[in-house]
């Protein structure tokens, strides 16, 4: 199969996935994460080719700071500019459930026709 | 284009492929990625710089993924953010479209960031003289390089807090991250950087000249609400005067024709309606024109605030 054919259907799929998992992710974390923890905690949840790059995670945190699913806070460092953490608002925690909910029916009307085919 | 083999390399390539985008956009790309890139090599302290950028195209990704993954979320944010209230279209009747600007909520916080403007334009322009002018006073002294640097390092604070004022008031897109500092040098490269930088002295400009312009913004607002106020009273107070609600000699307005004087006194009612008429147009002229100057404003902090490929 074509490989960019791959990549777009890889991204299509991100469209919305990005967001779930970064909500998860910052859901399931006990402390504040900055932008570069949470690329790299993603990395490490890889297994084999990234499903996305990490350069994509900054503009979707932004993105959903700005929809008041995460708040953030500036915080000073000493081997650079400030960081800013994030972390998950009561409303973020709803949206992550509801997206969960629709993430796991998808799931499992995709499955019945991908296994069903290959039965 | 090659792959990038240095942080500075990689950061031309990124703007480079974010070329035609908003400044701020760019800025706040640059910025991330700057971030990120100098974290992953002071992550690895064995590897050399061109090692760890061989890498970043399939962890990070390349600039151009980078870029286009910036310009998609920017586009999906600005249709969740975007105002509720529907933009009257050309085909709206120029009647609405005079009066429509009572809708639109940009009305109300450009006449509040007119007010508000003199406030900031003071302790902007003081902030710029008192700091300039005690840094080249301590110039000659070893606490004059610090100095320099805190209070650059402070303007370029406010200019992030003016751009994300101007872009709650307006909707302009102002960046949401600084200027990324670049590498930790020594205090006089540092310096000398900041000298070079044209958005220091932009930045620098523009803190300077919002007095005037807060002054001019303040004296509109201001004239043109209490003349528009006195206008639509008007009425009001002829009504309650009849009523004896109000009492005394009470005169509506003078009005000078001709060599005499014609008092509203004597034709009380149709002075009223005519300054309550006059009262409401002038109100919502004023209203344009505060939306309009806001506008412009915008646009004139976004080229000294935030400069292309800066």
Redesign the interface.
């Known amino acids: 199969m074509d490989d960019t054919q791959a990549r777009k259907f890889q991204k299509d799929l991100n469209?919305g996935l990005v967001s779930l998992v970064l909500l998860a992710v910052l859901e399931r974390s006990s402390e504040d994460l900055y932008?570069?923890e949470i690329?790299k905690r993603l990395?490490k949840a890889n297994e084999g080719e990234?499903l996305f790059?990490?350069?994509?995670v900054?503009?979707?945190l932004?993105?959903l700071a700005?929809?008041g699913l995460l708040t953030s806070r500036v915080v000073p460092s000493y081997?650079?500019?400030p960081?800013r953490y994030y972390r998950i608002t009561e409303e973020g925690r709803a949206m992550l459930a509801q997206w969960s909910d629709i993430w796991r029916q998808t799931r499992g009307f995709v499955d019945r026709f991908i296994e069903g085919q290959e039965t | 284009m090659n792959a990038p083999r240095s942080i500075d390399d990689y950061l031309k390539q990124l703007r480079a492929a974010l070329g035609g985008d908003d400044p701020a956009l760019t800025q706040d790309a640059l910025y991330d990625a700057e971030e990120y890139l100098r974290a992953e090599v002071a992550a690895h302290p064995d590897k050399s710089e061109s090692d760890v950028l061989e890498l970043i195209a399939s962890t990070y990704g390349a600039p151009e993924e980078v870029a286009a993954a910036y310009r998609d979320t920017e586009v999906k944010v600005k249709a969740a953010l975007k105002s509720p209230v529907a933009r009257l279209g050309a085909e709206a009747s120029p009647l609405r479209r005079f009066f429509g600007v009572y809708l639109d909520p940009r009305t109300y916080s450009s006449l509040f960031y007119m007010l508000l403007a003199l406030a900031t334009g003071i302790v902007y322009f003081t902030f710029v003289v008192v700091g300039l002018s005690l840094s080249a006073g301590f110039a000659i002294l070893i606490i004059g390089i610090p100095f320099f640097l805190a209070f650059i390092g402070i303007a370029r604070v406010i200019a992030l807090g003016e751009g994300r004022l101007v872009e709650a008031v307006t909707g302009e897109r102002m960046p949401r991250r600084p200027v990324h500092p670049g590498p930790p040098g020594s205090w006089w490269s540092r310096i000398g950087e900041m000298l070079k930088d044209a958005r220091t002295w932009t930045t620098l400009a523009y803190l300077v000249v919002m007095l005037p312009l807060g002054i001019v913004y303040f004296v509109i607002a201001v004239t043109g609400l209490a003349v528009s106020a006195a206008f639509i009273g008007t009425p009001l107070a002829l009504v309650a005067q009849y009523f004896g609600w109000l009492s005394g000699d009470f005169r509506a307005v003078d009005i000078h024709y001709g060599n005499g004087s014609v008092y509203a006194f004597d034709h009380p009612w149709l002075a009223g309606a005519l300054l309550l008429v006059a009262g409401i147009i002038l109100l919502t002229v004023l209203l344009h024109l505060a939306r309009a100057l806001v506008r412009a404003h915008a646009r004139l902090a976004k080229s000294l605030l935030v400069v292309p490929g800066a």
Do not use: L, N
């Open positions: 469209a932008g570069y690329a990395q990234a790059k990490e350069g994509t900054y503009p979707v932004r993105a700005a929809q081997s650079g500019p960081r």
